[in-house]
């Protein structure tokens, strides 16, 4: 199954279709340069198949959402929200091993039918809305086994994102020697347009100082893993910042951000900015 094939399946399926497909795909976890061939929608990794040294990415997409239920699997723009982040997965040329964990049927299906069967069920204590997303990654990691040198989070709340974003921190992270790369997106707002608010609700003069502040923007998490899984965060003493424009650096948590997302990847589709 060539990256040319995968990344064709994944313009051409959309909604009810990725249901069917998922059918027909079931028992296949392929990817180029060697992931692990599974049976049914659900296995268990099978060992040798990692890159020694390699890059995993992570991609986490539970099933329960207390402010936009089953967002994962919701269709966005004609497929589900996660497919975005599966193409884009699929498309980075700096990922040896692409792992999606999820106790959800539909976001199952959906990743199937574009080559990537979950290996695993993502167990239920992983799965609450007080699930630490370090400790999924960990657990993935431990399923699929091998020694890799960086682990990728991408989260499918993040749809805009592209794989040129995921390969450049990928590459950031390579270069530098840093313990971890998050990605960023300047403030969508100048200072003049922020303030500092007192008790009395009284706003200040002047504008707050921004020099330097940049939105951690959730799209691409990358680290060494030893490091993330000692502390327990990607924010990680010396990681470096991967710049991305304000338009890919979305994160859907409110049904109004997904409508946002919606139309810029509509306005996408048509040539707009990306």
Known sequence: MTREWLRRACTELTGARYGAAARAQAGVNRREG????????????KSGDAVDGGTIAVIPARAGSERTPGKN???????????????AALAARSLDRIVVSTDDEAVAATATAMGLAPPFRRPAELSGPQASVVDAVEHALEAVGGRWSLVVLLQPTSPLRL????????????????????STSPLAKPATFHAIVDDGGRLSPEPPSLDGVHLINGAVYVARPEALFSARTFRLMGAHAFPMPVERGWDVDTPDEFAACEAQLRLRATGGPT
């Open 34 to 45: 060697g992931a692990a061939q599974l049976e049914g929608d659900w296995g268990q990794a």
């Open 73 to 87: 699997a919701r269709l966005m723009a004609g497929r589900p929200m996660v497919a975005w982040t599966l193409e």
């Open 163 to 182: 794989a040129e974003d995921i390969d450049g921190a990928v590459d950031l992270c390579r270069r530098t020697g840093a313990p971890a790369v998050l």
